[in-house]
């Protein structure tokens, strides 16, 4: 399953004969803490990629410890979230009513508390720093130096790819963003991709080294996501059991596109005025990014298309609850801008539901075209209305889609990126052993 660009180090196969010492990591997770509820504000795939990882590298004897930035005084200075598995607190700036952009201008002060809360420990205690997104890979490369050791970094989003796929009413990244990506990505040791997509994006957009790019793909908990009856999941989350279902799930913002969804559900009406009666679109999700700035837009554009009698907006879920919603559902659409992944696509296929997706960045990964559900190029909504309907009534199709999904998430459990990402690691630290000897 994983196409892997070359070796980072030298020939030695990540995980192959590396025997430097690995025994305790920090993660850098400075903008979104795991501990935050996926779907709103900033948290989503990358919040439970990194408690997922984390979780995982502890089963497998390492010790995490995750620095985040406080977002509250009532926060905890350090939490265990499980065996292994910490959560530091790091005050850097107001509590609250800070937003992503202006977070750049707190990096010295989350650096300088980090290494504080680091100091506590006997010297030498970390033995790698994995950081998450580009304001995160700051602080790491810092702390990379001063403790001499491999830098690890995920990108998960990148501005170049971002900016080159905008949506409608969406805000261009800042050019301190894309100076600040270019220095992570010529300072990190291994730069962990998603997919060969990402891979390529950052050597072609960012002339990263290709001898330094790892491709692992992100996992699934499926002890968490797997099938339930349809009609136990409708009765959870207080559906029709005829109900005929297209759902959404996701931060609520022009990138993640759930307008398109909308508009295509006025487009099947239109078409087909019979669907009303059955016809029932879950909007799962929370205002994020600049969503925030017309935070009531999606439900205008409900009630200007006439659909906002068919469409419900639920706010974001836990874990456990959205496996109920994507079992309910009869097919899940992710028609984003951009996904460097597209988490939602392979949760909602681990439940045996098929995923209708835009043919942008991971989701071409995460979803196999035509097997596990359907990719569209584009975001016209009349493409995405007849996609949709077609899964919606034909019961057939629906249910070869639904046994494709379900095949095609089960090779993405988090212990085979865990035992990836532990190659990596190793390889890093026995790469930096070797410069030292």
């Not at 499926?222 to 409708?234: G, T, V």
Request: net charge negative.
């Amino acid at each position: 399953m994983l196409d892997r660009v070359p070796d980072p180090f030298g020939g030695n196969p990540a995980g192959q004969g590396a025997e430097a010492p690995l025994n305790r990591i920090a993660m850098i997770s400075l903008h979104t803490s795991p501990l935050d509820q996926p779907g709103t504000g900033d948290a989503g795939g990358m919040n439970v990629y990194v408690l997922e990882l984390s979780k995982r590298l502890a089963e497998r004897n390492l010790e995490v410890e995750i620095y985040t930035r406080a977002t509250s005084s009532e926060l905890a200075p350090v939490m265990e979230v499980s065996p292994g598995v910490r959560v530091r607190h790091v005050q850097a700036g107001p509590f609250e009513g800070l937003d992503k952009d202006e977070l750049p201008g707190q990096l010295c002060t989350f650096a300088r508390e980090l290494l504080r809360a680091e100091a506590g420990h006997e010297q030498g205690w970390f033995d790698l720093v994995h950081s998450h997104y580009w304001l995160s890979g700051q602080v790491g490369a810092l702390v990379r130096d001063r403790w001499t050791v491999p830098l690890a970094h995920t990108m998960h989003t990148m501005a170049r790819v971002k900016n080159a796929a905008m949506a409608i009413g969406d805000n261009p990244e800042p050019p301190a963003r894309l100076l600040g990506e270019e220095q992570v990505v010529e300072a990190a040791d291994v730069l962990i991709a998603n997919t060969d997509l990402e891979a390529k994006q950052l050597i072609d957009l960012y002339q990263a080294d290709a001898a330094r790019v790892e491709i692992v793909h992100p996992g699934v908990d499926l002890d968490r996501f797997f099938p339930m009856a349809r009609s136990e999941a409708r009765r959870l989350v207080d559906l029709p059991a005829d109900a005929l279902v297209p759902l959404f799930v996701g931060r609520i913002q022009p990138l993640k596109a759930p307008d398109i969804l909308i508009r295509a559900t006025a487009t099947m009406l239109a078409r087909c005025p019979e669907l009303r009666s059955r016809l029932v679109v879950p909007i799962l999700g929370g205002p994020s990014g600049t969503g925030l700035e017309r935070p009531q837009a999606l439900a205008q554009l409900a009630r200007e298309l006439g659909v906002d009698d068919v469409v419900r907006f639920v706010p974001p879920v836990g874990q456990d609850g959205l496996r109920a919603w994507y079992a309910a559902a009869n097919v899940v659409c992710v028609p984003s801008y951009n996904e460097s992944f597209g988490l939602v696509a392979i949760e909602a296929q681990a439940t045996g539901t098929p995923v209708v997706a835009a043919a942008v960045g991971g989701l071409t990964t995460a979803v196999r075209d035509g097997v596990s559900g359907v990719l569209i190029d584009g975001h016209n909504p009349d493409d995405y209305a007849a996609v949709l309907q077609r899964v919606l009534l034909d019961d057939v199709w629906r249910a070869e889609l639904s046994a494709g999904a379900l095949a095609h998430a089960g090779d993405f459990g988090w212990e085979h990126t865990a035992d990836q990402i532990l190659g990596v690691y190793r390889a890093a630290a026995h790469h930096l052993t070797r410069q030292r000897t």
